[in-house]
């Protein structure tokens, strides 16, 4: 079988990396049990194709510059309000060749879920400033962000007072950047 599926649970996120070494394309049905009233899915699938990149070193290392330019090209595909049917969430999917999935799964309207899709759409609109992409939200305080340390740059958000922010790690500068609420219709999320 050409597909090849992992998953993990940490905290609400449940991620699950599907891969397909065929030679064409498979869908699939993942199912995920859980035991939120509703989830919102997140999947992302790299360019199609396979492409080469420089390597260095001994034993041999992808060019770190390369791989972080492929790493920031994923299409990313959102599904909402996923309704579990006795505690199951299903999704039908279809995987491209030589090609794999990443899919996190939250539970639907939380806060750190917004802000989550916000800060995935926010690594497409702004892959200058949010590079390298895919990094892991964290949670400190009263703090949900992400790290970006290529640029040095956090975003995320302020749980209490809901408004997103933006850290220049070289300047110390913080910039709020106003209420998540009003980043959700123009990134997509409910």
Request: proline fraction near 6%; charge should be neutral; glycine fraction near 8%.
């Amino acid at each position: 079988m050409p597909v090849l599926a992992l998953a993990a649970r940490r905290d609400a996120l449940t991620s699950v990396v599907v891969t397909n070494d065929g030679s064409a394309t498979q869908t699939y049905t993942l199912r995920v049990r859980g035991r939120a009233a509703a989830v919102d899915a997140t999947v992302r699938t790299p360019p199609s194709g396979t492409r080469d990149l420089p390597a260095v070193g001994a034993p041999a290392q992808a060019d770190a510059t390369a791989l972080r330019t492929l790493l920031s090209e994923p299409a990313t595909e959102w599904r909402k309000a996923l309704t579990p049917n006795a505690g199951t969430v299903e999704l039908a999917l279809t995987v491209p060749a030589r090609s794999l999935h990443v899919v996190e799964l939250r539970p639907a309207g939380s806060l750190t879920a917004q802000a989550d899709c916000v800060l995935d759409w926010g690594e497409c609109a702004y892959a200058n400033l949010l590079r390298p992409a895919l990094q892991p939200s964290q949670t400190s305080g009263d703090y949900h962000y992400r790290q970006y340390a290529d640029t040095q740059t956090y975003v995320g958000i302020s749980i209490s007072g809901q408004r997103l922010l933006h850290l220049d790690g070289r300047t110390g500068v913080l910039q709020d950047l106003g209420a998540i609420a009003g980043w959700l219709g123009p990134a997509g999320c409910r």
